[in-house]
Structures are given as structure tokens and as C-alpha cells.
């Protein structure tokens, strides 16, 4: 069975600095990665995706993230922060193949909480 | 589009009580799911569908009704409601053999006393 570990629950950090969010995954086959972000009071949006092709994916606002199949690991980074990326990001995997119970189904990890202070 | 819409917003319901969470989209996607959002766990799927009248089990099905009788709509129904079920609601949707593109609703919030 899949699962998916982000490895801080919370990360404060000031406006326009860096920021890396961290996200370890477990799967012995292959998986579609993802990092969706969830704002205040709305619902989940996706940030960006990994399929295949080059292990470095950018996406809206800023964000990139990097897939490391030796590590099995999709950090996500942002070189400069502003107040309005204060949210809770998600980290999903799924598995391109699975059926049954498990198809299309989207692994979360536990979300991390991404607070930018001024 | 309107996109992935979901109503009510927000509830609250006594144990025991039963109630039905809408959810609509008019992208015309064959699949969707149902998935609760509880703290420190994030979301887990409850339900989903590969398309009208065809439906099948998550990771925790327990306590939850779905049924899909047209593209667009995929009720979720408490039969009887427990505390347990307090929880954020999200609803997502895609096309068929492109889950990797998911589509989320602004999600329902239930409390159960």
C-alpha cells in the first residue's frame, strides 16, 4: 500500500524567504505525484503534478518541486515567499495502474501548514 | 463552468440524524469521489465512481451511501449520523483515465453532536 509522510506538520517562515516543503513517499511501483494547496476556508487546488519526463516540475505561483526516485522523495520549494502563500500544502501520490478500491485514488499525506509572517 | 459545486456548506446534525451532501460538476467527467478531511490525516476516500451507475468502495466506506444515477451529480448520504463523521466533506472529479487531474469542491463541513 501506498503512503505518504510530510515530514513538518507546521513551517513558519518570513516573507521573501525560502521555503521547502518536505514529502517521502512509500510505493514499490511507479506513482503520479502531486501538491495540492489548500487556502483558508476553500478547497484543494493543485499546485503541480508529476507523470513523467523531467524530475524537475514547476507550477502556479512560484512553486517547483523535485522528484528523487532514489530518495522517493517530492520536496516542495519556493525561493521567495509572500503573505499570500500562507495555506496548508498536501502532498498525493497515486498509482497509474491500480484498480479495484484503489483506482484513481489519491493518497494524502497529513498537510503541511505554511504560515508567512511580515 | 461552474466547475465542482457542492451544497450545503456547512451543517450540523444530531446522532442519528440523516442527511444527503450534494455534489455537481458540469465538466462532464466520468469520475468521482468522495474523500473527508480530518486533522493530522489528511483526506481519505470514501467513495467513488467511474461513471453513471457504477460506484465502488474507498478506504473508509463505513456508515456512507453513494449511488450515481447521472453524470453530473454524486450525492453522498449519511444514513445515521455519528459523531465520528464530523469532518470536512470534499468532493472531486475528473475525466476517466486521467485521475491524475483532479478537480476539487470548496468541500461541505459537518459536525455531529
Known amino acids: 500500500a501506498q503512503s505518504v509522510t510530510q515530514l513538518d506538520s507546521q513551517v513558519p517562515v518570513f516573507e521573501e524567504a525560502p521555503v521547502e516543503l518536505r514529502c517521502n513517499y512509500s510505493s514499490s511501483v511507479s506513482v503520479y505525484l502531486f501538491w495540492y494547496v489548500q487556502y483558508p476556508n476553500q478547497g484543494l487546488q493543485l499546485l503541480l503534478k508529476y507523470l513523467s519526463g523531467s524530475t524537475l516540475v514547476k507550477g502556479i505561483n512560484g512553486f517547483e518541486a523535485e522528484f528523487n526516485k532514489s530518495q522517493t522523495s517530492f520536496h516542495l520549494r519556493k525561493p521567495s515567499v509572500h503573505i499570500s502563500d500562507t495555506a496548508e500544502y498536501f502532498c498525493a501520490v497515486s498509482d497509474p495502474h491500480a484498480g479495484g478500491t484503489s483506482y484513481g485514488k489519491l493518497t494524502f499525506g497529513q498537510g503541511t501548514i505554511l504560515t508567512v509572517h511580515p | 463552468n461552474a466547475g465542482v459545486t457542492q451544497t450545503p456548506k456547512f451543517q450540523v446534525l444530531k446522532t442519528g440524524q440523516s442527511m444527503t451532501l450534494q455534489c455537481a460538476q458540469d465538466?462532464?467527467?466520468?469520475?468521482m469521489s468522495w474523500y473527508r478531511q480530518d486533522p493530522g490525516m489528511g483526506l481519505r476516500l470514501i467513495h467513488y465512481?467511474?461513471?453513471?451507475?457504477?460506484?465502488d468502495q474507498g478506504e473508509v466506506p463505513n456508515g456512507y451511501n453513494v449511488s450515481r444515477s447521472t453524470t453530473e451529480d454524486f450525492p453522498l448520504r449519511l444514513l445515521s449520523a455519528a459523531p465520528s463523521q464530523t469532518s470536512v466533506y470534499f468532493c472531486?472529479?475528473?475525466?476517466?483515465?486521467?485521475?491524475?487531474?483532479?478537480?476539487f469542491g470548496p468541500g461541505t463541513r459537518l459536525l455531529v453532536l
Open positions: 472531486a472529479s475528473s475525466y476517466f483515465g486521467q485521475q491524475e487531474t483532479q478537480y
Open positions: 465512481s467511474v461513471g453513471a451507475g457504477i460506484t
Open positions: 465538466m462532464n467527467h466520468e469520475y
